[in-house]
């Protein structure tokens, strides 16, 4: 969904709900073995994205605020869905800010990425039958940069 309530004002949302169920997975460990049905791996049944923009004429050229926010419910990254394998759900916020000169070659941008410095699992390995042990990575903490771009 795109909306502008007004000159200069961007409001962006989307979200998607996902259902899905693998059935008959041969699931075993110390205790046995069972055939269950599971989610998919790096399935989450919720995401959500939104994102606000003002741009304001400055010094003759434009100046553009932005806030965003992405929401991913939990999901698992081994169709186990083992306990261990499970990324817990979680919400990054993002900011920029930048101008353009007025005959638009020239940009400056500042941005903070993952703000609120949420840290959560993106991508892990269940090895648990091998060595007693999972392997995860994890996204990026809080971050913030610029920008200096021209045009020609």
């Known amino acids: ?24 997975v041969l699931v075993s460990n110390a205790l046995g073995s069972a055939i269950l049905d599971r989610r998919p791996p790096f399935t989450s049944e919720w995401k959500v994205f939104a994102r606000a923009r003002q741009s304001f004429q400055v010094a003759e050229g434009t100046l553009t605020i932005q806030a965003d926010l992405q ?3 939990d999901f698992y990254f081994s169709v186990t869905n083992f306990d261990a394998t499970k990324v817990d759900s ?7 800010v930048s101008w353009v000169s007025p005959d638009e070659r020239w940009e400056f941008a500042a941005f903070g990425k993952n703000l609120t410095d949420k840290r959560h699992r993106t991508v892990g390995f269940d090895i648990s039958d091998f060595g ?5 990575g994890y996204n990026k903490p809080r971050w913030v940069g610029g920008s200096v771009s021209y045009r020609f």
């Open 1 to 24: 969904l795109t909306v502008n309530p007004a000159e200069g004002t961007e409001l962006y949302f989307g979200a998607s709900y996902t259902d899905a169920e693998i059935e008959g």
């Open 71 to 73: 929401y991913n419910s």
């Open 90 to 96: 979680h919400t990054l916020l993002g900011a920029r």
């Open 132 to 136: 007693g042990f999972t392997e995860s």
